[in-house]
């Protein structure tokens, strides 16, 4: 019998890679540590990074992989302990390569009294590819969350757009297991999706505070942008949404990172140490 037959079936080869990551974050001597880290290929090492000398740390997401290849299924699992906060992000836009489906789950556990934000960069969908992302945050009642979510239409500099298999996304924040924004798309390839924009991101910011007045700062500064297409709205009190259509990058990161500024601002917590870029 060959390897890998069984009972004089072959068994199909298992394509791609099976990655975690799962971190666990508390507070000891005053600031946010990471208490525990695991990370398997292609999730690179982590480490928490204090920027601006505050007790709220960076950690920074790696695939030293390059990217995200057909089959891969990647799981990461976020734990944050009460009171504690932290900026997570990514080294750089991730690419999703041709090939067969890959995915991404991710879930964040928020405590409470936590603080956090999950600043990834925009993903790039190649030529073929297949790729499904599922984000869901779970709050505690008095935790605070700033997310985005960003995606460009292909590789647009090589005037690739839209020519993935299909791409999809699902992002769910709850609040004491209550779902309190849930949104997303499910796009195939071949067609126009953004109305000519190459770009389009979603950013989010939940918090036991009244969110109104923020969702008009946030709304009023994007209206006044050009080369994009923007808005900012609060569906519940404690919810400001926004959504921005750009043509390119810069301009795209700009805008989340003055959505960013804002929120920062209003929930009165310190100044970014750095933008996203």
Known sequence: MRLGQRGGAERPARVGQRGSLRLSFGRRGGA??????????PFGAVRANYL?????????????????????????EVYMAAGSCATVVTQAASKAY????????AAFHLAGGVVLEYLPHHLIPYAGSAYRQETTFHLATDATLIAWDAYSAGRVV??????????????????????????????????????GYSYMASAYVMSPHDLGALAESVHESLTTTQNALASASAPSPNLCAVRVLTHDANTLYRRLNDTRALAREHLDLPTPAREII
């Open 32 to 41: 946010t540590v990471l208490k525990e880290r695991y990370a398997s290929a």
């Open 52 to 76: 601006d000398g505050s007790d709220m740390p960076e950690v920074q997401i790696t695939n030293p992989s390059g990217g995200i290849l057909g089959g891969d299924s990647l799981e990461m």
């Open 98 to 105: 041709r090939g067969v489906r890959a995915e991404q789950r």
């Open 158 to 195: 090589r005037t690739e757009r839209f020519a993935f298999d299909r791409l999809h996304a699902r992002l769910e924040i709850q609040r004491d297991h209550v779902p309190e924004a849930i949104d997303g798309f499910d796009l195939a390839g071949g067609t126009e999706h953004f109305g």
